[in-house]
């Protein structure tokens, strides 16, 4: 019975390649290939056995051979694509990327590898990832990718536009939330900030880093009454971490800095006080971030409300065992100093 002569290569390539012996399978289809150099099944087959032998240069050749044989066949450029990726010849990967799009526009797949070649070989992938995201724009992950490298380019403010269409599509994008406080602060938009993170912890309300992020932003807003208040709420989310009453000791501190008079009042030493018990707790709890306990106690007699406050105290207050801050500007701190039983 005749068999064609591709199928006789191909039988005793395949033959040669269940032995282990790939260089008797590349002899035979050579010698097929100078018979039938157009035939793209042994050409393919002559590129796998260069690939089992290491000989990955050859391999290449081989798939620019194909691809020129077969130039819509987006199987054929995918293969060259990752070999030249392999080998770190991102300019060329780009050019078999770009061709693969001008045949498939909507190839996801493809735009994805288009832009990190474009990162890999030292050029700007912005453009990808603009056109990505124009062609699809109801594609929430292509939406935040081109916000990302929007803040990447310092276009921060072009991010945040991005970011809130794709909240608009998907309310519940965590993630979109995330990068649109982060974008917003990055343009000083401290109140967007804050927005975004609020309604990302109405989302997920057990997320403690959350609202550690909004007790930073309402420092920088000068809020302490609410800076607190999202400390407070770090701290019962996670009563074992020493994270919410460092953020505690924080705000507390922060404002002191802020607020504090000269020379200091008794409602300065209270609110310094009580940033040194938060830190103290927060420490105790392993709490290594930012603490000022060490300064705060190194200073405590003169920055501190300690015993010779105490006992200059109005016998109502003392009767009370406890001490409060009374002035406007610290009417924001409901905390009082509890002293302990050898004051008198």
Not at 15 to 34: P, T, Y
Not at 220 to 238: C, F, T, V
Not at 243 to 258: E, P
């Amino acid at each position: 019975m005749y068999a064609p002569p591709e199928e006789i290569y191909q039988y005793y390539s395949i033959a040669f390649e269940q032995m282990g012996k790939f260089d008797s399978a590349e002899a035979v289809l050579l010698k097929g290939l100078r018979k039938l150099p157009e035939n793209i099944q042994l050409r393919t087959r002559l590129a796998y056995t260069y690939k089992k032998q290491g000989k990955y240069e050859k391999q290449i050749i081989e798939y620019e051979r194909l691809a020129d044989l077969d130039p819509i066949n987006i199987t054929f450029l995918d293969d060259l694509s990752k070999l030249y990726k392999d080998e770190e010849r991102y300019d060329d990967q780009i050019s078999i990327l770009t061709k693969i799009m001008e045949i498939d526009p909507n190839n996801e797949k493809s735009q994805s590898e288009l832009a990190l070649a474009y990162e890999s070989s030292g050029k700007d992938p912005l453009d990808i990832y603009q056109k990505r995201y124009e062609e699809n724009m109801d594609n929430i992950s292509y939406g935040l990718d081109f916000a990302d490298r929007l803040i990447e380019a310092d276009r921060a403010d072009e991010a945040t536009t991005i970011l809130k269409r794709a909240i608009r599509i998907d309310p519940s994008s965590k993630l979109g939330y995330r990068k649109l406080a982060d974008a917003t602060q990055k343009i000083d938009d401290l109140d967007g900030a804050t927005s975004a993170l609020e309604t990302l912890f109405n989302i997920d309300p057990r997320d403690q880093n959350v609202a550690i992020k909004l007790s930073d932003l309402y420092i920088d807003l000068a809020n302490y009454g609410k800076a607190l208040k999202w400390a407070e709420k770090a701290i019962d989310l996670n009563t074992t971490s020493g994270s919410g009453y460092g953020q505690k000791g924080k705000v507390y501190y922060l404002a002191w800095d802020d607020l504090r008079q000269n020379p200091f009042s008794n409602d300065d030493r209270i609110v310094a006080k009580l940033a040194f018990d938060a830190f103290s707790k927060a420490e105790e709890l392993g709490y290594r971030g930012f603490n000022k306990k060490p300064w705060l106690s190194k200073n405590a007699k003169e920055v501190l409300y300690g015993k010779a406050q105490w006992f200059m105290a109005d016998s109502k207050v003392k009767n009370r065992r406890k001490i409060s801050a009374q002035s406007k500007e610290y009417e924001w701190v409901i905390e009082s100093v509890i002293p302990p039983a050898s004051w008198k």
